[in-house]
């Protein structure tokens, strides 16, 4: 079993469950009490790494954090060294790519939330933030839970978008999905199911958490 | 203490709400039927919503003021809000519903606030359970006692009985009443219940389609109307065609004739000339029944006719009695059994001279 490279996916999907976290729940928040005319347009980009090919996605994020690109130079004069093809650029695209998982369970748990609970809190004089600390979070705990939840696994998986940003670098950015693809490729077919089923289980085992939080068993998550 | 609401908002191409009133501190009762604009007129003094025009002072503070673009947030405004369905904190016990607006004061002043008032509002055993595990009159106690511990200018109440039995909404309108007598802030108080109106209201104001029709004590707004809409949302079973016979102004009174036929009715003098056509709006249950024509008696209205059709709703019994136009009369089962009422039978029916209350035809 490639233990460095499960490591690393596993380092990979904590890192980015922790940034969508912190990005997606206010993203989360604006998209459902915003009033703005355009939201929808917000909500599509949002939504966009659900149906756009990783190859597509890759490719762009690949192009943006790039040497010629903006955010690649600034990079470059900050660290010392380029961002494409290092766990940073990972970081970078898998967050990008997860978004939706992180965004959508936590949406649709704060949708769930009674208005007039929030018009409660404000007439006893009580302000939208401590509002959303005290009554919208604890209702919506689940949704947040599943969000990390979903937004893990989805990363412990992804594969286009690593291998177009990060390619495949032993330890650096080599993450599970192309270790198998790595073993298939050299017939080392018993190493490639080892890493395959332990992949397999550890999916079956996030989405029935998920599921279990949400109890909303045809609500087949991400919810759209 | 007082509360100044000159609004206007268009809440649909047809609908406006257009209301000014100054309310004193004390029970104002806002009623009317639903989609009259009651919650909307609430809405707008807390803050929830913008009015398209107007201007709103507590207590001489401009909440709102479209002239001079004000809005005030809610939070700021110092209103307590109970809320039709009274939205507790489902995820919060009674003590920390209660406590919820005091979170600035330090724990052991706000624990100190929300035992006082959970003990003058009988909930103090109950305040460490969720509002799931509890009964509607007591979350409504929590409700109020949430809204009321904050100590507000003005104090909004939405429907917030409509949900209870006779006998809950009765002690809490006592308690209300207590807890006012001391903190005398205004109370809109929103309800379409005619009883509620009596046992709180100093003040009634009539709201239909988003106007003011009417503004006055309780009784001469709700039983005394002088326009047909307002009889009908008060509750009156009968609106008869009527003209006017003759003004008996030292008595006090005038006849009316019912149109169609000649049966007249003494009701209290009001400012209709004879020969003039009006309608007269009866309660159902302000009429008695009797088997035998009455004599020596106080009512002056004694009208014959028969029974056309008797039906039973819970604990009323429902009679149309034909006097020549059809009239609703409520009675109870035991007189039911007791005077042999069916249908087809000739009876006398009895109404009182102030049970008669004329109103314009148009």
């Known amino acids: 079993m490639d233990w460095t490279a499960i490591a690393l996916s596993v380092r990979l999907a904590a890192i980015v469950s922790a940034i969508l976290l912190v990005i997606g729940v206010p993203i989360a928040y604006w998209l459902t009490f915003s009033s703005w005319r355009w939201r929808f347009l917000f909500e599509s980009i949002v939504a966009l790494p659900l149906v756009l090919p990783p190859t597509v996605l890759g490719f762009y994020v690949l192009l943006a954090l790039g040497s010629r690109s903006p955010i690649g130079r600034a990079w470059e004069r900050w660290t010392g060294h380029g961002l494409a093809f290092t766990f940073e650029a990972l970081v970078v ?50 949704g947040v839970l599943a969000g990390v939840v979903l937004t893990f696994a989805h990363t ?15 330890g650096i950015t080599r993450t599970v999905s192309i270790s198998i693809y790595d073993s298939v490729q050299a017939f080392d077919f018993a190493a490639a199911n080892r890493t395959a089923l332990l992949l397999l289980v550890f999916s079956f085992a996030s989405l029935a958490s998920v599921y279990a939080l949400l109890r909303k068993p045809w609500a087949v998550a991400p919810l759209s | 203490m007082s509360l100044e609401v000159r609004v206007r908002s268009r809440l649909s191409p047809r609908f406006q709400l257009d209301v000014a009133f100054t309310a004193a501190p004390g029970t104002t009762i806002v009623f009317g039927a639903s989609g009259s604009g009651k919650t909307t007129l609430l809405r707008l ?5 913008s009015p398209d025009e107007g201007r709103i002072a507590i207590d001489g503070r401009v909440v709102a003021d479209t002239g001079a673009r004000v809005h005030v947030a809610p939070p700021e405004r110092r209103v307590g809000f109970v809320f039709q369905h009274l939205a507790l904190f489902p995820h919060l016990t009674a003590a920390e519903n209660i406590g919820y607006g005091l979170s600035r004061l330090p724990a052991s002043e706000r624990d100190a606030r929300t035992r006082a008032i959970a003990a003058s509002f009988g909930i103090a055993h109950l305040l460490g359970n969720r509002p799931a595990a509890i009964s509607g009159g007591e979350r409504q106690r929590v409700g109020l006692a949430r809204a009321l511990v904050t100590d ?37 108080y929103v309800t379409h219940s005619q009883r509620e109106a009596f046992a709180l209201g ?22 005394a109307p002088s326009q047909e809409s307002v009889a009908q949302l008060a509750g009156f079973e009968n609106l008869l065609d009527a003209v006017v016979i003759e003004r008996r102004p030292d008595a006090g009174v005038m006849v009316v004739r019912l149109a169609g036929i000649a049966v007249d009715l003494e009701t209290p003098l009001m400012s209709f000339e004879a020969g003039q056509r009006i309608r007269v709006a009866i309660r159902a249950g302000d009429i008695m029944v009797a088997a035998e024509h009455p004599r020596a008696l106080s009512a002056r209205n004694i009208v014959g006719g028969t029974i056309g059709a008797l039906s039973r709703q819970g604990a009323i019994v429902r009679l149309e009695v034909s006097v020549g136009v059809p009239i609703e009369v409520h009675v109870t089962p035991t007189a039911t059994a007791a005077l042999n009422l069916q249908t087809g039978r000739a009876v006398w029916l009895v109404i009182k001279t102030h049970s008669c209350h004329p109103v314009s035809a148009v």
């Open chain 2, 45 to 49: 003094v807390a803050g929830l919503q």
């Open chain 2, 202 to 223: 100093e003040r009634v104001l009539l709201l239909r389609g988003g106007a003011i029709a009417a503004d006055g004590t309780p009784d001469t707004v709700l039983n």
């Open chain 2, 152 to 188: 507000p200018d003005v104090l909004l109440l939405d429907e917030p009985l409509s949900a209870l039995d006779h006998e809950t909404q009765s002690r809490i309108i006592a308690d209300l009443r207590t807890w006012n007598d001391r903190r005398r802030i205004p109370i809109l």
């Open chain 1, 93 to 142: 695209a898998s967050v990008i790519y997860s978004l939706p998982f992180a965004v959508q369970p936590v949406a649709a748990s704060f949708a769930q939330i009674d208005r007039t609970l929030l018009e409660a809190s404000a007439t006893l004089g009580v302000g939208r933030l401590r509002t959303f600390l005290r009554v919208v979070l604890p209702l919506s705990i689940d």
């Open chain 1, 156 to 170: 412990i998986g992804e594969f286009g978008v690593v291998l177009m940003v990060g390619g495949n670098l032993p």
